[in-house]
Structures are given as structure tokens and as C-alpha cells.
């Protein structure tokens, strides 16, 4: 883009990040314009490395000269900064609760049991970390059936908090479906979240955001055969 | 079931609602407390637990009458099972038969249904950020079992992590009374807690958390000052005691 001025939000990231993620959704949401700083795999900006001290990771999001750290902190700044937008978390109190409480429990346990299938080795640990994940969804399948209310998404007609908190994650389940050649979203199991999953996606804070398999795929492979590599002499 | 400062069963006042009375100041009266005692608030917790701590201080902060329910760790409760099945831990609270789990969120939901008083977490985006992203710290960092499971060199490993951990948290705290600024609020209500086991480290790990860490000790001692967080605390050598049977029960050491 030309021009040399700093915009006032700038978003310190990498496109394959469901982290990262969940910020540009919600900045999209809101109509936020931004500045995305790409980190490259294997290296961390001298940016990035002051902006967020403690943890060293992205997504960082500076606002003025202000870095926000730690994704769903970083949705929830946004909502309370932009509240002029559409509202990201529920208004109810309960139903904040309830929303923050699944997003807990995606970061924590489920997420974990996502990466745990790359982890395995042999046939009945995959087969293993395959149906702990499937579990996981369902559990997730009657969250939405309850929270949703019958409307499209987690958050009601329009994303919400938990639909950014499970959706970012998306590209990658179906990578893991991809190379495993199963279906951990199915129709028998979680036909709702099926059906979310096509919507969300679609969505126009989405779409640009979240990569295509294939692109994701090809980054995995990357990815995995760095962590394997045996350490230079 | 404590009901405020008055002992009258709602179903008592509600009779005296609906009975015709000529003295309408009377009837008002009666409708207000019925109303006003018919927020049910039960919380579920364990007494050593620093997440059910978190929640008993956010409460009396907030000056709110609840239910204690004490939960046995080696036999939980069908309500407890029944109302997190997901995780099927304390604490939970449940307002007017609604159930909350996961404790941070739970501190959260305190503070925006009694929102007229004593605001746990600040009102600029910026500030609140930053108590919700030490609150994660803490609870990312801070709740580590292993020096009192570990022996040997993990066990070095692990006190010297720990003390890392709370000098992460010094930092941040620098020369301010809380970690809220001149305000008590989420990080504090989140991190307080741990302040019970701090006699449990030292014994286990043979060191002095008070000596590597004075600055964080003392804002310990500095919110042991207040009612919320001395009346809630249990005695730091009764929790001591409470994880030598658990270690037994679970055959470490």
C-alpha cells in the first residue's frame, strides 16, 4: 500500500495461525482497518519480541502504541474498544459465562486433543486421538444446539465470541481430515456443527481470513518436516 | 441458607403479599424483600481450592449471601456431576438455577450482574486487557503442583520455574498496592488464592518463597488485610497437612 504513515492498528501475525485468526475476524467485524505484520515461521521480530515480553507468541495487537496480547483477550478489546459494531460477546451475563466457558475448554482440552493426532504414532494411538476429538465436538455439537437457539451461529444471526473461538480452527480440522482421510465434522455425529461450519466459513469477516486446505496443507508439511529434521552440527 | 439480615422464608413474605392488608407501605415492603431474597445463590467448592477461593472473595467483595456447598475430592456430589459434567470440578455457582463453571469466568459474571458496586476488573479497554491477560498468566503459570510432587532434580526444576513465575508477576506488579493499581480487583482475586499454599512450597521445596520474592509477598499480606480475601483463606498449615493426604492417597512420597 502507498504511503509511509503507521496505522493506528497494526496486528503482529501469520497466516496460518487460528490465533491470530481470531483477530482479523474481529476487527473485520467491526469494520476494523488494519496493518498486518506477517511473522516469518522459524523467526520472531524484534516487534514481536517487545511488544509481548512474557509469552514471545502471536497474535499481538498494537493499538496506537498499546500491544494487547493473548487472542481472546485481543477479541474482547476489540468489542469493548469498536462497540459501536456489531456486538462479539452476548449481552446477557449468563450467556457471556456460558460462551466464555466453552472457550476455555476448546483452548484447554480440545484444542490440545486436535494436535494430539499429528502427535500420534501408530494406527490404534491415531484411532485413539481421532475419537477423543470427535467426543470433544459433541460435546461442542450440544453447546451449539443450546447456545445458538436454533439461530445460524453460536452467537445468535450473526458470529459471536464462541463461533470466533471454535471457527479459527476450522482450516485445520480440515486439514487433519485431509491427510487422515476421515471426517472428525460429520453429518451422523454433529450435523449442526456441519452446517455452522459451511457458514461460518462463507461469512464475510471470514472468508478472506481463513486460508484454503489445500494452501494450509502444504504448510503442515512444512511445518512437520522442520520439527522432525535432526538438529544442524 | 443465610437470607441476608432477615431470617423469613420468601414463601412466608409471599403470604403475606398476597393476603388483602389495608396498610399498602406494608405489602410494598414485603414485595420488595420477596424479590430481593428471591436471588438463589448456591456456590459448589472445596475449601483448599484457589478457584473456588477466587470466587468467595469475588462474592464478598461484592457483598453478595450465598450457599456454601462443601465437595468431598475423593466423592463428588450427583449436583456437582450434574452441573459440570464437562469437568466435573468445583467451583461452580449457581444463580437462580443456572450453572456457572471455570473460575475467572465466574469472577467475570459477578462483576457484570452486580455491577453497581465494588468493580472487580477497570472500565478502560486497554486496562481491562491487561487484568485479563495477567488473570490467563496466573492461571497458565502459577498452579503448579510439581514442586510438591516432584523429587530430586525435577523438583529443583520446578521451584526454579515457580520462582521465575512470580518474578514475572513482581514485575508487573512493581510499586503498585494491587495489581489493579490502587484498585483490588481480577488479577489480585485471581492470584491471592495461591498466597494459602506459599507454606506448603516452602516445606516441600525446603526454601523461602518470601526471601526469593518479598515484593509479592508482601501484597499478599497487604490483600490479607482485607475482609474478602483473610475471611475467605483458609489456615496455610491445614492446607499443608490437606496435600500430605493427598500426596498419601496418591502414593507420592
Known amino acids: 500500500m502507498a504511503g509511509t504513515t503507521t496505522s493506528d492498528v497494526r496486528l503482529i501475525g501469520a497466516w496460518p495461525s487460528p490465533f491470530v485468526m481470531r483477530a482479523r475476524i474481529a476487527l473485520n467485524i467491526k469494520s476494523v482497518y488494519y496493518e498486518f505484520l506477517q511473522e516469518q515461521l522459524g523467526s520472531k521480530s524484534d516487534l514481536l519480541l517487545k511488544s509481548n515480553p512474557v509469552h514471545k507468541k502471536i497474535p499481538v495487537l498494537i493499538h496506537g502504541d498499546r500491544p494487547i496480547c493473548e487472542s481472546l483477550v485481543i477479541v474482547q478489546y476489540i468489542d469493548d474498544v469498536w462497540a459501536s459494531g456489531p456486538s462479539i460477546l452476548p449481552s446477557d451475563p449468563y450467556d457471556c459465562a456460558i460462551a466464555r466457558f466453552w472457550a476455555a475448554y476448546i483452548d484447554e482440552k480440545w484444542f490440545p486433543s486436535l494436535s494430539g493426532i499429528a502427535r500420534a504414532q501408530g494406527e490404534e494411538a491415531k484411532k485413539a486421538a481421532i475419537e477423543q476429538v470427535v467426543e470433544g465436538l459433541v460435546l461442542l455439537e450440544d453447546a451449539f444446539v443450546k447456545c445458538g437457539k436454533g439461530r445460524a451461529f453460536f452467537g445468535g444471526d450473526t458470529i459471536g465470541y464462541l463461533d470466533i473461538a471454535l471457527g479459527c480452527y476450522l482450516g485445520w480440522i480440515r486439514v487433519t481430515e485431509k491427510m487422515n482421510n476421515m471426517k472428525l465434522l460429520d453429518e451422523a455425529k454433529t450435523p449442526n456443527l456441519v452446517t455452522w461450519a459451511d457458514k461460518f466459513c462463507g461469512d464475510g469477516s471470514v472468508k478472506d481470513v481463513m486460508p484454503e486446505t489445500d494452501k494450509l496443507a502444504e504448510f503442515a508439511k512444512v511445518l512437520m518436516a522442520k520439527f522432525r529434521a535432526p538438529p544442524p552440527n | ?253
Open chain 2, 1 to 253: 441458607m443465610t437470607y441476608g439480615s432477615n431470617n423469613i422464608p420468601p414463601i412466608e413474605l409471599f403470604i403475606i403479599l398476597v393476603t388483602p392488608h389495608p396498610d399498602q407501605f406494608i405489602r410494598f415492603w414485603c414485595f420488595s424483600l420477596t424479590v430481593a431474597m428471591s436471588d438463589e445463590l448456591v456456590l459448589l467448592s472445596m475449601w483448599p481450592s484457589p478457584f473456588g477461593l477466587r470466587v468467595q472473595i469475588a462474592l464478598a467483595e461484592k457483598r453478595v449471601e450465598y450457599e456454601y456447598k462443601e465437595e468431598d475430592l475423593f466423592n463428588k456430589s450427583s449436583l456437582l456431576l450434574t452441573v459440570n459434567p464437562v469437568h466435573k470440578k468445583v467451583p461452580v455457582l449457581i444463580h437462580n438455577g443456572k450453572a456457572i463453571c471455570e473460575s475467572l469466568a465466574i469472577v467475570e459474571y459477578i462483576d457484570e450482574v452486580w455491577n453497581d458496586r465494588s468493580p472487580l476488573l477497570p472500565s478502560d479497554p486497554c486496562r481491562r486487557a491487561e487484568a485479563r491477560f495477567w488473570a490467563d498468566f496466573v492461571d497458565k503459570k502459577a498452579a503448579s503442583k510439581k514442586v510438591w510432587r516432584s523429587k530430586g532434580e525435577d523438583q529443583e526444576e520446578a521451584k526454579r520455574e515457580l520462582i521465575e513465575i512470580f518474578k514475572v508477576l513482581e514485575g508487573e506488579l512493581g510499586d503498585k498496592p494491587y495489581f489493579g493499581g490502587d484498585n483490588f480487583g481480577l488479577v489480585d482475586i485471581a492470584l491471592v488464592p495461591f498466597y494459602s499454599r506459599f507454606y506448603t512450597l516452602d516445606k516441600f521445596g525446603n526454601f523461602s518463597i518470601e526471601a526469593e520474592c518479598p515484593v509479592l509477598v508482601a501484597w499478599a499480606k497487604r490483600c490479607m488485610k482485607r475482609e474478602s480475601v483473610f475471611k475467605s483463606l483458609p489456615d496455610s498449615e491445614k492446607v499443608y497437612d490437606f496435600v500430605l493426604q493427598v500426596n498419601k492417597w496418591f502414593g507420592i512420597h
